[in-house]
């Protein structure tokens, strides 16, 4: 089943005419049983190859982000890093299938995302280095601030996805959630709302088999995670969250499902958190080594290189350039993460309102007065 | 319920209205004026909303423009949040005070601190209307005054108004400030009648003297204007002329007003029905002492609601500050020095 | 299918050993695409004669309770009422298949699913009558109090339901909901964790076309609203909701279920709400006469009395006993509301704390002395 | 993370624990001496809590009591609520103070209000643990001091332990009241370190003198303890000799304690974390004066956290109250008079 198969009209019912239908056939709404995948599969000889290996450069970019990032945590100069390590081929995807003028909503670990989709590195990662909130200027690059309070960005872009519809444009919303984040009312009440407006929205659901310590199983009950998608009258999809060419299809295809006016879509991606939780967490209290190994074998960026190779679709020549470009890019992050930010201390005072109000302005020249005696004691 | 749907109100020219109408053509004079302001919640739509606040509403805009939501107030405030990221101008109702709670998370989290966090990048124009407070005989989880949680919150304006005219005029500013503004409606004064006559938008944050008064200062809003008004009255006989200040904005607070009010009479008592303890009387009591320590003769008193779950209607007289109540802690305010 | 045949094991995977499984098969999750019925079906032949005519009998005297509540509060003897007439199917069934030690967790329109239960109705009214928040020992019925707050009451008989559980009863808790309430962030987060514990939870959600003015298809976009369970790896089932007959044999089937720890259900009832939202609603705003005439046709207590009839299971002697009885619990309705309830001003202050607190103290003195002031002036 | 699990305390016996261990022990006694006190919320079990005040308590007591559960604050909170109603005491985690906010409506609506709504019927033995407060370096909502809400919600009690040995007695007496009681962990005092004797349950709700002064007294509680204290010897430089008094309770609060330690001094400053417009020291300043009024030499004072949502990491210590603000605050306190 193609997402372009949409459900029929209301099937005929006993009932008096009423307000409680027209009821829908949940069929098309359900997920395939097995994730979607193309990669070592006879599908993938149809692939453009310039995307195969498009995507493989970004891969490889990525998971050497998540590789610096890590690092300038450990000196000091990240705050707290969660990475995406393991979970690049859907961080990339869901920026790639983007239109410029769509928007991404990202949760708290999808900062390679927000990179993916332009925003420079030490933007993207401010948050987490602890200068201020946010980086990046939210409306040019069409990309909400990370949430961290889980799934409360959901309904954000349900509403942004609606807004941009009633003033005609066709602007897609993309929301990205963790497993764990699908147990959050706010989960439930975005997919509802989106239902029933049929917003222009797609969820993908990063299913990394972990919310902290908490494994899938004590999270969900579910046949999958792509199977509540029924519940809410909109089409689910399960997809190999570690194979690139399966992501971007099917996102590619949910996101043209959304903006030609078929509803909203669910998508959940399997994949895999190879690293701990963040830096400050420790994986080995919850899961085995066996555990991640067997992970390691699925490696998005592994699947994709053998499959790169196996159809001579990459040389050594085209490793080493996705590599060199890469190290440009940690080189980039290590070259502006070297100097501590500036920072102003009565900037906490602007942006409470577009005005200050009397008490903030009184509470200003308080710190002001105070950093003046500071400085007039050194 | 009757109809909320006013007789049609030119801006300049003077109409006798409910407050229930003047928020009713409020709304409706923002749809007019700007596109991008649209209504939403449950049963706004083809009700009308359950005080009619809404009327007519949907009929002239369009389903669109006010929209009836599925019954979850976190999806409802948390899409609004979205909707004014595109620039939309999004009216929110939460039915009852008590079902504003669902939606705290995005409220605190998310409405309170987006124009903070992104640095003036994405502020939320959003309107959050609330009918609250008690005194309407509802039952339990109808009645509560929960403005507290909300002044507590940097990043929100919490408004309230007590008059017809405020009714239109604040819920005009609130729709035109560019911050989010949590405006509580005093269900019990929806019914009030004033002939008012609209003006231009004026600014939030200020407090307004309602009456004049030598002897002590009342400090009052929303639901308990009314009540203060009429113990200022009885007091006349009682020898006490007392000054009543309508405070209308909790955040910004207009520390101006109410000081310059507080030192002329050198007394004052605030009055509200929210719960005492920790409730919005209580920063008022702390910053105008704080301001007016050597000009007062007695310690600024509270007169509140109780320090307990809004009571069942056919005790809630008891809770709700009344105008015996007001007197008596008047009454205490160390006159015999 | 009948919620005997429960999911089998997890189907076989390409996935590396993980936390992501096992995955269920969703079909045995899924309702019926037609609510189930009984009455004016084949399989109503079998039905127990004497079943059906308690059914009847108490749907006589649920018909009877809300009309005479409904004139209470003209009579202002209640401060408000919200009628369930025409969902009396789904509220006896639901009290009458719960043993004496299950739990009811009621919502604001469901007292005469309480009254079935064995409250008196003076006690089942008291929120709605004004004097006090609640009425009856919830201990003793096994009845939570009725939850105005919609569907915050779910996570309640999830938690209930678990803890029985651990405590080695075989208790069953069920709780209503409306389908309104099914967009509630709450609804989401009991049925999920429903779902993850496996605790023995019924929910019961009355579709009854509207919540207050707004449709049903403004509230959901599902299939129908039993289709909600699999995204929560229970089972599903949609019965209709104004044949009690066949609401018994579901929810039975639903409790037994539970109880022999094959986990919750979800039980969709399609209904109708016959009367206004509340009596202080004007239901013409948003609905047509001849919607609701069409319903009347269904009237629950009508399609019952139908086949009663056409099947000789009652006679006209059998009908006026049952509406003697139905007087009786009018008169008796009539009788306990007659008098204006006691009233202490100072219980304010009980209950608050289980020891008041020194401010709680303080404040009960203040009011007992008002209250002594205003005697004097007497 | 390090370990919580503390060294066995034998009850009676002296052992120096952190106020995480402290905590941990508190729990692994109560869940040993009573067998319906269960532990549940995310990340509880298999790791011990992400503060790892857990640490330990699945391994003994099984996954039952110590449950992880799905990443849902209003399903956590409302199940407890059901879970309670059958008889059961649960000890909810809540992760961080500003992911309390989804459990909102379960907690001012249900769990506050239980006990009051069925006339004491069905009282809610809930503890709710809840780590809060800047200091440590998080992100933007992990440092929220959510406490003015809690302390404005009748029903409930807050309780905030500032000492290793109040993190242990706290908690236990937290666990043994028959009411919910929200219990505020100062994140950045987990790692203080204490010789402390657990001893037998103390009733909850009484304030402690921390350090008898004679100037003035500082009134302040959980986190901001360790600094009013560090202040006080500044202060005793300065010629001030400071008395500090750690609340313990907000609600119910000491007024017995607090009272008669400002009178002694007749100025005082109030400090905490959370924001001042409508924190809790607006509370206490007004309820103090009320009380005190002619004791006083000038109007109490506050120092709180500024009307800001919590700021950056990087920028955190401008914004908490510390040893510089608080003596200015009390070089303020009209000493010239
Ligand atoms: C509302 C809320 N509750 C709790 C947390 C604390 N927390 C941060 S990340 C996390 C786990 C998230 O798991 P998941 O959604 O699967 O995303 P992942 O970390 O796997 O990317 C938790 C519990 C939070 N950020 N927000
Ligand atoms: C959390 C919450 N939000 C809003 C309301 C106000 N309200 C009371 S009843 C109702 C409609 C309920 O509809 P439904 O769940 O379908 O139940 P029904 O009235 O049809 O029995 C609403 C919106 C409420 N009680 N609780
Ligand atoms: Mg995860
Ligand atoms: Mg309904």
Not at chain 2, 136 to 144: A, K, L, Y
Not at chain 2, 184 to 201: C, M, N, Q
Request: glycine share 8%.
């Amino acid at each position: 089943m193609t997402l372009l198969d949409q459900p029929a009209g209301p099937s005929a019912s006993v009932w008096p005419p009423n307000a409680h239908g027209p009821r829908r056939d949940p069929a098309p709404l359900l997920p395939d049983p097995e994730p979607f995948r193309l990669l070592d599969t006879p599908a993938a000889d149809k692939l453009d190859p310039e995307l195969l290996r498009d995507l493989y450069r970004r891969l490889v970019l990525g998971r050497r982000y998540n590789q610096q990032a890590t690092t300038l945590t450990k000196q000091g100069r990240l705050a707290v890093y969660p990475a995406s390590t393991g979970q690049e081929a859907c961080q990339v995807a869901a920026a790639l299938v983007l239109r410029e003028d769509d928007w991404l909503f990202p949760s708290y670990r999808d900062t390679l995302a927000v990179v993916s989709r332009g925003v420079r590195p030490v933007e993207a990662l401010t948050l987490l280095r602890g200068n201020a909130h946010h980086g990046w200027d939210p409306k040019a690059h069409r990309t909400a601030p990370l949430s961290t309070p889980l799934a409360t960005q959901a309904p954000h872009a349900v509403g942004l996805a609606h807004a941009a519809r009633l003033r005609g444009d066709d602007v897609v919303a993309l929301a990205l959630v963790g497993d764990g984040g699908t147990s959050e009312g706010d989960f439930h009440e975005a997919l509802n709302f989106a239902g029933v407006l049929g917003a222009p929205v797609v969820f993908l659901v990063q299913n990394n088999g972990y919310a902290i310590s908490v494994p899938l199983s004590k999270q969900s009950a579910a046949p999958t995670l792509a199977h509540k998608a029924v519940g809410y009258g909109i089409s689910g999809r399960l997809v190999d969250g570690n194979d690139a060419a399966a992501m971007h299809t099917v996102l590619t295809e949910a996101v043209e499902h959304a903006r030609s006016g078929r509803g909203p879509v669910l998508v959940e991606a399997v994949t895999y958190r190879l690293e701990a939780h963040t830096n400050a967490d420790d994986a080995t209290r919850y899961r085995t080594p066996d555990e991640v190994d067997a992970w390691q074998e699925r490696d998005p960026l592994a699947v994709l290189e053998r499959h790169l190779r196996a159809h001579d679709l990459i040389d050594d020549a085209g490793v080493a350039a996705a590599a060199e470009a890469a190290e440009e890019l940690a080189a980039e992050m290590r070259a502006e993460f070297h100097s501590e930010p500036e920072l102003d201390p009565l900037s906490l005072f602007t942006h409470v309102y577009a005005e200050p109000t009397p008490q903030l302005r009184e509470q200003a020249d308080l710190l002001a007065a105070e950093l003046a005696a500071e400085a007039d004691a050194r | 319920m009757s109809t909320a749907t006013a007789p049609a109100a030119a801006s300049g020219a003077t109409t006798s209205l409910t407050m229930a109408q003047a928020l009713n053509t409020a709304l409706r004079d923002a749809m007019r004026e700007d596109p991008t302001v649209l209504v939403m919640g449950e049963d706004v739509g083809t009700l009308g909303g359950v005080f009619r606040i809404t009327d007519g509403l949907a009929a002239e805009f369009g389903a669109d423009r006010c929209l009836d939501t599925p019954l979850a107030e976190a999806g409802i405030l948390g899409s609004a949040v979205g909707m004014a990221m595109y620039g939309l101008r999004p009216v929110v109702e939460l039915q009852f005070d008590a079902f504003a709670y669902p939606a705290f998370e995005q409220l605190l989290s998310h409405v309170a601190k987006m124009r903070n966090r992104t640095a003036g990048r994405l502020p939320l124009p959003i309107t959050i209307r609330i009918p609250y407070g008690g005194g309407i005989g509802g039952v339990e989880h109808h009645s509560d005054s929960s403005e507290a949680y909300y002044a507590h919150t940097p990043g929100l304006h919490v408004l309230t108004p007590a008059t017809v005219a405020d009714g239109y005029g604040m819920l005009r500013a609130a729709i035109a400030s560019d911050d989010p503004v949590v405006f509580l409606e005093p269900k019990r004064l929806y019914w009030s009648k004033d002939e008012i006559t609209p003006g231009p938008v004026e600014p939030i944050g200020r407090a307004v003297v309602r009456r004049q008064g030598t002897s002590a200062t009342l400090l009052t809003y929303g639901p308990s204007l009314p009540v203060c008004l009429e113990a200022a009255e009885v007091a006349r006989a009682e020898g006490w002329d007392l000054a009543v200040v309508d405070l209308r904005s909790l955040t910004p607070f207009d520390d101006e007003t109410v000081t310059a009010a507080v030192r002329a009479t050198g007394r004052a008592v605030v009055v509200h029905e929210a719960t005492g303890f920790g409730g919005p009387g209580a920063e008022i009591a702390a910053r105008v002492t704080e301001r007016c320590f050597h000009h007062l003769a007695a310690p600024v008193l509270r007169v509140t609601g109780f320090d307990i779950p809004y009571p069942p209607p056919m005790l809630e007289r008891h809770h709700l500050p009344g105008v015996d109540r007001i007197l008596d802690a008047v009454a205490r305010l160390q006159w015999e020095q």
